[in-house]
T-cell receptor, first 108, second 112 residues
Framework: KNEVEQSPQNLTAQEGEFITINCSYS?????LHWLQQHPGGGIVSLFM???GKKKHGRLIATINIQEKHSSLHITASHPRDSAVYIC??????????FGEGTQLTVNP | SQTIHQWPATLVQPVGSPLSLECTVE??????LYWYRQAAGRGLQLLFY??????ISSEVPQNLSASRPQDRQFILSSKKLLLSDSGFYLC???????????FGPGTRLTVL
């Protein structure tokens, strides 16, 4: 079992829908990161959080440390949100452990 | 502002040839530096990280090596490439633990 599990692996939505991507982890962490990888391969950091909730525009990330679970929500989804969303956890030292990613496709 | 550069963007190399990928960061000092590989259809795999000049931690045994000759320069090398070395190589930096990580544009390597 991977230390970081994401679900679903693939997600297709219609424009405007509310989207949720889940991340569960099995180890103690000091922080959790959500990343976005565009079709060309470039990766952008969306959030880093260690408790509670953060919001940037239409994106919301939450984390429940006790349940070892985080969610990434996208409100009013748009085709430009189509990308791979990656969850990564920070344990000890300077390294991150990554989930396999969730491929999101938003159709117009 | 900080920027991270990687080159080349794409590379096609024959099996057995050497490799050198370079990553440089501007606008910061003493960053933590990382090399990742993403094989086709797979997640990110940490290859090496460095918390300072000359300090390299290897995560996965392989025929690759890394060096950090200067504070903001990180180099990934191989003496003899294997077919299995094909993939998308990403360099990243951050200012110590518990900070956001910033990724370079990546190098797509195909070994034939």
């Amino acid at each position: 079992k991977n230390e970081v599990e994401q679900s679903p692996q693939n997600l297709t939505a219609q424009e405007g829908e509310f989207i949720t991507i889940n991340c569960s982890y099995s180890v103690g962490i000091s922080a959790l990161h959500w990343l976005q990888q565009h079709p060309g391969g470039g990766i952008v950091s969306l959030f880093m959080l260690s408790s509670g909730k953060k919001k940037h525009g239409r994106l919301i990330a939450t984390i429940n440390i006790q349940e070892k679970h985080s969610s990434l929500h996208i409100t009013a989804s748009h085709p430009r949100d189509s990308a791979v969303y990656i969850c990564a956890v920070e344990t000890s030292g300077s390294r991150l452990t990554f989930g396999e990613g969730t491929q999101l496709t938003v159709n117009p | 502002s900080q920027t991270i550069h990687q080159w080349p963007a794409t590379l096609v190399q024959p099996v057995g040839s050497p490799l050198s990928l370079e990553c440089t960061v501007e606008g910061t000092s003493n960053p933590n530096l990382y090399w990742y590989r993403q094989a086709a259809g797979r997640g990110l795999q940490l290859l090496f990280y460095s918390v300072g000049i000359g300090q390299i931690s290897s995560e996965v045994p392989q025929n690759l090596s890394a060096s950090r000759p200067q504070d903001r320069q990180f180099i990934l090398s191989s003496k003899k490439l294997l077919l299995s070395d094909s993939g998308f190589y990403l360099c990243a930096w951050r200012q110590g633990p518990h900070n956001e990580q910033f990724f370079g544009p990546g190098t797509r390597l195909t070994v034939l």
